[in-house]
């Protein structure tokens, strides 16, 4: 069973569109992290949410966080070649001995 | 600082032979993580260990993985025999201990390697 479900699973945007992508559970966390991995690299993290209903921008990203904190999602204005990747959303769960619950991910391609 | 470092970025071997993948964690990190990753499950933890001490090997798939941190400053995870259903990238991942006791710090994963049992 996944407790983080990521959609969708794959999307392929054209340079200058905008997306949405979502991180759904029914579990509540204490915290959610958005994580980027390109190919033949590690994830790193883009961000990290914390209260319900807290908003975050890393430039063109805006990270919204579930008023019941079992959601958040992560929006691209303008998309760019460079944010071609994997978007990994990761909970922190407070039944889970602090290890973190890992979605399988959005791979995005955006072509120039 | 480096970041994480893993040894080797690939890994090609024979079903039954012994696998060891290794990793040296951030300077001044308290904990460490391994992962292995495939596309049909996503990014799975096997172990992790605090202050070189394991605390949760829960993820492991069976006994022929198995994890050591003898210091700090290296971990190794060890597969015996390998079998082909073991390839995937495996990462390790460093963080600093949070205090505060709630999950936010940022893991730090390094490069992978990925495996590929024959």
């Known amino acids: 069973t996944q407790l983080l479900e990521q959609s969708p699973q794959f999307l392929s945007i054209q340079e200058g569109e905008n997306l949405t992508v979502y991180c759904n559970s029914s579990s509540v966390f204490s915290s959610l992290q958005w994580y980027r991995q390109e190919p033949g690299e590690g994830p790193v993290l883009l961000v990290t949410v914390v209260t319900g209903g807290e908003v975050k921008k890393l430039k063109r990203l805006t990270f919204q966080f579930g008023d019941a904190r079992k959601d958040s999602s992560l929006h691209i204005t303008a998309a760019q070649t460079g944010d071609t990747g994997l978007y990994l959303c990761?909970?922190?769960?407070?039944?889970?001995?602090?290890?973190?619950?890992w979605g399988l991910g959005t791979s995005l391609a955006v072509n120039p | 600082d480096a970041g994480v470092i893993q040894s080797p970025r690939h890994e090609v071997t024979e079903m039954g032979q012994e696998v060891t993948l290794r990793c040296k964690p951030i300077s001044g990190h308290d904990y460490l993580f391994w992962y292995r990753q495939t596309m049909m499950r996503g990014l799975e933890l096997l172990i992790y260990f605090n202050n070189n001490v394991p605390i949760d090997d829960s993820g492991m798939p069976e006994d022929r993985f198995s994890a050591k941190m003898p210091n700090a400053s290296f971990s190794t995870l060890k597969i015996q025999p390998s079998e082909p259903r073991d390839s995937a990238v495996y990462f390790c991942?460093?963080?600093?201990?949070?205090?505060?006791?709630?999950?936010?710090?940022?893991?730090?994963f390094g490069p992978g390697t990925r495996l590929t049992v024959l």
């Open positions: 990761a909970g922190d769960w407070a039944g889970n001995n602090r290890k973190l619950i």
């Open positions: 991942a460093s963080r600093a201990d949070n205090l505060a006791g709630r999950g936010t710090d940022t893991q730090y």
